[in-house]
Nanobody, 124 residues
């Protein structure tokens, strides 16, 4: 059974940085799509970034492009989200997610496995 555990959330001031980590276990496939989503209070869960573990190909949503970077360590072992120049509107619960195969569109319905989330709060 695939298990995803996020860490690294916290409270920072605007302009600061955080790095989120996602420890993955239990996956036996050759490739996977791993991604980060976020959900602010009263908002829909939105895709932030994703990576195909076998190729390293990444996609980052326009809303965070140039500020957030997704990366991995030891394919499908650890996923990272480096977040720089944080803004108050980045405040949300951040979720790690995954599914088998290469990445398609960054859509919530594509992802089968989910972590419990880690809270990020950015103050002005």
């Amino acid at each position: 059974q695939v298990k995803l555990v996020e860490s690294g959330g916290g409270s920072v001031q605007a302009g600061g940085s955080l790095r989120l980590s996602c420890a993955a276990s239990g996956y036996t496939g050759r490739s996977a799509c791993m991604g980060w989503f976020r959900q602010g209070a009263g908002k829909e869960r939105e895709g932030v970034a994703q990576i195909t573990t076998s190729s390293g190909y990444t996609y980052v949503a326009d809303s965070v492009k140039g500020r957030f970077t997704i990366s991995q360590h030891n394919q499908m072992n650890t996923l990272y989200l480096q977040m720089n120049s944080l803004k108050p509107e980045d405040t949300a619960m951040y979720y790690c997610a995954a599914y088998s195969g290469p990445c398609g569109d960054l859509l919530r319905r594509n992802f089968r496995y989910w972590g419990q989330g880690t809270q990020v709060t950015v103050s002005s």
